[in-house]
């Protein structure tokens, strides 16, 4: 068995990301969301595009106002009136201003805007009752971004920040990665899908439609191929259709010692390389991890990666979230941050384990005061038990060789599902 970290290591140096050039589709803004750039973006204008007032006031030259105080006001007269949106029409010159609001082009010859708060105003008489720095509430044209530089860069996965930036760039259309083709497969006779009477033992398939959700959330598409009965012929040609279509296989139940668990078998027949067998995780501690060679003759050939995961529902999740995530999101194109992400956090609750292997708890991870607090889920911590899983954010985690961590100590939480409260 691998540790759970060596296991991570071995599963991301064996990923390829997608080729940027030959896995790349050009798709509407309004469908970025959540997408990753292929190449970096070079916007073609300039922000803000003109110099423009930060704030309602009055557009003038600060030698004009550079001494004026309450007792002794600069008098100005009003030339013109500058609306967002409109052109000025003349030019700023001695003695003179222009009623500007937040967001307007400044009119040539004015340099500073003076705020309102600070003005009299009688007709167009304009008294400016306190001095200004220079260039006050000017947003210089360029100031924030120059065209012709880069705005996003490759690798970045699009959000609603990101997508705003490139609205207002006017970049309506962007090259991504296209998402990762992911085939979904579960083994065993005793399956059925949520829709068909349930017979005697037998048990519904809650995996295929868990893993198509988390595959979906991972930016993926999800290929779901069904229920595989326990025939190895059967499976054999399910896999085989599996590594054809997909960029990644998951497949869940088979993996362990039993009479008919028949995929590492099957794999090995249909020339995978197998790269693990077995993690020292709980739960999840069957787990397949194997590589095919397609397009052999490619000089860019991507390794398909399949993962057969343990078929209890638990064990499915976690095995997914610790160790199939992390491919995801190196195979999608994402330049980093593959990883899992863990927090130190207190548990309010005892957290118990056999030490013989790396265990998880699931439970809810809740930001109090400024610090990590994990509720572990009531009820049994079985692989079985899928009840209790709901509404899970975090793994608690039991180290190899300890048994016990007492409520309040410090202990290692992995953040899976939504972000904590």
Request: with cysteine.
């Amino acid at each position: 068995m691998l540790p759970a970290q060596q296991a991570e290591d071995l599963i991301l140096s064996l990923v390829k990301p997608l080729n940027a050039q030959q896995n790349c589709e050009m798709i509407d803004l309004l469908a970025a969301s959540g997408r990753i750039l292929a190449e970096s973006v070079i916007g073609q204008l300039d922000f803000p595009h003109w110099d423009n007032s930060a704030m309602d006031g009055y557009a003038v030259r600060f030698d004009d106002v550079q001494a004026c105080t309450a007792e002794s006001p600069a008098v100005l007269q009003v030339i013109e009136e500058i609306p967002a949106g409109y052109v000025p029409q003349k030019t700023v010159q001695a003695g003179q201003a222009a009623r500007i609001l937040t967001g307007s082009m400044m009119p040539a010859g004015a340099d500073t805007v003076v705020i309102q708060e600070v003005t009299k105003r009688e007709g167009d008489r304009l008294s400016i009752l306190s001095a200004p720095q220079p260039q006050a509430f000017v947003r210089h044209r360029a100031t924030f971004y120059q065209s012709g530089t880069p705005l996003l860069p490759a690798g970045l996965t699009l959000s609603a920040p990101e997508i705003a930036v490139l609205a207002a760039a006017q970049c309506t259309q962007v090259k991504v990665y296209r998402r990762p083709r992911v085939a979904i497969l579960s083994t065993g006779s005793e399956l059925v899908e949520p829709d068909q009477p349930l017979q005697p033992g037998q048990i519904v398939d809650s995996n295929q439609y868990a893993l198509a959700a988390l595959v979906a959330q991972s930016g993926a598409e999800p290929l779901l191929l069904g229920i595989v009965p326990d025939h190895p012929e059967a499976l054999k040609g399910a896999i085989a259709n599996a590594i054809s279509t997909a960029d990644l296989v998951l497949s869940s139940g088979g993996v362990s010692v039993g009479d008919y668990d028949y995929v590492d078998r099957i794999l090995a027949d249909l020339g995978a390389q197998l790269h693990i067998r077995a993690v020292a995780v709980k739960p999840g501690k069957p787990l397949t991890v194997a590589t095919f060679q397609k397009n052999q003759t490619s000089e860019s050939a991507v390794p398909l990666l399949y993962f057969g995961l343990p078929g209890n529902p638990v064990s499915a999740l976690v095995s997914f979230w610790r160790f199939v995530q992390p491919a995801l999101r190196k195979l999608s194109g994402q330049p980093d941050g593959w990883r899992p992400v863990f927090v130190e956090g207190r548990s309010l609750y005892p957290l118990k384990s056999d030490g013989k292997r790396e265990s998880y708890l699931w439970g809810k991870l809740r930001l109090t005061n400024g610090a990590y607090e994990f509720h572990l889920a009531t009820g049994s911590h079985s692989s079985g038990n899928l009840i209790n899983l709901a509404q899970t954010n975090a793994l608690a985690v039991v180290p190899v060789g300890q048994t016990l961590i007492p409520a309040g100590d410090s202990v290692q939480i992995m953040q899976v599902g939504s972000p904590c409260r």
